[in-house]
């Protein structure tokens, strides 16, 4: 028998029955095995907990797209790694974690056309805004793609259907010829760095359209649906 196989019955030997360690013998101790991380990504802002329960205390908050590693999981919560050498965790619903980097909030890219259509409704409905004012007429468009009855992925029929953008009958005019900022207000939207509205803001006009207000901004008020 050769050197190899003897050393492997022996340490099978030792770890089957303990009592083959001869008096004042110690087993070499084992590491644990490295624990096996996965990278996700954050689907939306969310909330960092430092107990799996959401009654526990919140740590902190992760906007959307932020490389997490998780290292396991624990009733519908995902433990994230904060300190690899102190084997220290936080714990964020597992629901709020994918695979893949999200375009934006919406999970919805246009395309260069309809980003083309957003710019001059924009411009139409919003030019004359603040920036914040512009950002949010953008979400209020990419809100309404969630909602099938509004026109749901398509930009083109959420913009054109009847009664929900007037301006749409001067979406070829001059007066629609996007400006920089404009351009530039709904790149910011698009692109996933704002989070102004929620999804059931799908309301605007200069007057309050229900009595579910959810903001006034500049010379518009924004309503749930």
């Not at 340490?11 to 624990?35: C, Q, T």
């Not at 411009?123 to 509004?150: F, H």
């Not at 359209?209 to 008020?221: C, P, Y």
Request: aromatic share 8%.
């Amino acid at each position: 028998m050769n050197h190899f196989v003897t050393a492997l019955l022996l340490s099978l030997n030792l770890l089957i029955n303990p009592a083959a360690i001869g008096p004042g013998e110690e087993l070499e101790k084992k590491e644990n095995p490295p624990v096996v991380v996965e990278t996700k990504y954050t689907m939306d802002t969310v909330s960092i907990y430092q107990e799996p329960s959401a009654e526990s205390a919140v740590v902190g908050t992760l906007p959307m797209n932020t490389p997490v590693e998780k290292a396991g999981e624990v009733n519908e919560w995902s433990m994230l790694v904060a300190n690899e050498e102190q084997s220290e965790y936080v714990y964020v619903q597992t629901a709020f974690l994918s695979d893949t980097l999200r375009p934006n909030r919406w999970n919805y890219a246009p395309t260069e056309e309809e980003k083309q259509l957003i710019y001059r409704i924009v411009m139409l409905e919003s030019g004359a805004e603040s920036d914040l004012g512009q950002q949010a007429v953008t979400e209020v468009i990419m809100n309404m793609t969630l909602y099938p009855d509004l026109g749901g992925r398509n930009i083109r029929r959420v913009l054109s259907k009847k009664n929900q953008y007037v301006t749409w009958k001067y979406v070829n005019s001059s007066r629609a010829t996007p400006s920089q900022r404009v351009i530039n207000n709904v790149d910011y939207v698009l692109s996933g760095r704002s989070n102004i509205l929620p999804f059931q803001t799908i309301y605007f006009a200069t007057y309050p359209q229900n009595r579910r207000i959810q903001a006034r901004i500049g010379g518009h008020v924004f309503c749930n649906r």
